[in-house]
């Protein structure tokens, strides 16, 4: 029972399959880039307008 216990604790932080894992991480990867790019955007936005101003 002893030398079990390591065993299970590794399996526990393996419960989402690794597909599952994957995939969320790359949303999570595109969500990240598609933020960043609109604050570039609309910090651009900003400048622009400030410009024509």
Excluded: D
């Amino acid at each position: 029972a002893f030398l079990e216990h390591p065993r299970q604790g590794r399996k526990k932080k393996q419960r989402h399959p690794k597909r599952k894992t994957c995939i969320s991480r790359s949303i999570g990867l595109i969500n990240n880039i598609m933020s960043r790019k609109m604050k570039y955007l609309a910090m651009l936005n900003v400048t622009e307008v400030w410009r024509e101003l």
